[in-house]
């Protein structure tokens, strides 16, 4: 879905006989918040294959977390920043989480999981609907959005392939 159709399915879902002239703005904002908000637990897994250069490996400049490096990096090993510097040579291949880009095209799709769109139209109809003084209607459906969020975070969490802290020996991160 892009935000073309996203904008649509909200007005759809809110239904309102009367809309506000504000309606628009309300969503796009809310779109926003929201897609940010869910980006955090719809975690991107990318892979990159890096060389040792000069004992360091360059990271990714997209790279939220280190999933996993293989091959393990030694104890001596250190991130400053984006970069690696370590006594050990050879392409490593590295697992990340990587940051999304925002909406900047109502045109192209949504980097969302599908089940997350639902909560995107959740939230941004609990914004029209508080903006409106329709508290009730407005709180049941942040209670559906935060409901949608842990179902979800609760299974992305069960997928993970292995915490950060088992990545690599005796790597500290200095940023």
């Known amino acids: 879905m892009n935000r073309v159709q996203l904008r649509q399915s909200i007005k759809n879902f809110i239904n309102e006989p009367d809309p506000d002239e504000q309606i628009d703005a309300i969503i796009n904002d809310a779109i926003e918040y929201a897609y940010s908000d869910l980006s955090n637990i719809d975690k991107r897994i990318e892979t990159t294959y890096a060389p040792s250069v000069n004992g360091s490996i360059q990271l990714p400049d997209n790279l939220l977390r280190i999933v996993s490096i293989e091959p393990k990096l030694s104890k001596n090993s250190k991130r400053i920043g984006n970069v690696i510097l370590t006594d050990q040579e050879g392409i490593f291949t590295i697992k990340y989480e990587a940051e999304r880009d925002m909406i900047v095209d109502d045109n192209v799709e949504l980097d969302l999981h599908k089940r ?31 409901n949608v969020k842990g179902e979800f975070s609760y299974i992305s969490d069960i997928d993970t392939e292995e915490g950060v802290s088992d990545v690599y020996r005796g790597v500290s991160e200095d940023e």
Request: net charge positive; charged share 30%.
């Open 116 to 146: 997350l769109e639902k909560a995107i139209v959740l939230y941004a109809a609990a914004q029209y609907f508080d903006y409106r003084k329709k508290t009730e209607q407005a709180q049941w459906l942040y209670t559906k959005y935060e």
